[in-house]
């Protein structure tokens, strides 16, 4: 069962990823099998390989300079809620929420994300 220090480890070893893009960082984070989702955008990432793959197709966003905001909103069993606000250079700011479940092994198992225009 995931606690808040092994949440913020997880979300910051995310940030990194998100940054670097980099295959290592990005399959550090999810277990082999892990399922992305994310909407509205009608993301379905199925398994590490997929999710590496759909990081690194967007790896442009963050070339302009980027930031992100976030905090625990719960824990509860294997799944934390976070919500996060990321702010992009070109693209201007996301409101997120997301669920983690966590595998036993502290690697997320399922993410799912509602993403939405800050202020829409």
Avoid: C
């Avoid at 979300?11 to 990005?26: F, L, N, P, Q």
């Avoid at 379905?44 to 759909?54: K, L, M, P, T, Y």
């Avoid at 809620?81 to 983690?100: H, I, K, P, Q, S």
Wanted: glycine share 10%; proline share 2%.
């Amino acid at each position: 069962m995931p606690n808040s220090d092994v949440v913020e480890e997880w979300i910051e070893k995310y940030v990194h990823a998100w940054t670097t893009s980099a295959r290592k960082d990005i399959e550090a984070l999810f277990t082999g099998g892990a399922e992305y989702h994310e909407r509205p955008y009608e993301t379905d990432w199925i398994g590490r390989n997929e999710i590496v793959e759909g990081w690194q197709s967007r790896d442009e966003w963050q070339k302009n300079g980027w930031t992100f905001e976030w905090e625990i909103l719960m824990i509860t069993g294997d799944t934390a809620a976070v919500r996060g606000r990321g702010t992009y250079a070109e693209f201007g700011a996301f409101d997120n929420l997301w669920t983690l479940t966590f595998a036993p092994n502290g690697r997320v198992d399922t993410f799912r994300m509602w993403n939405n225009a800050a202020g829409a």
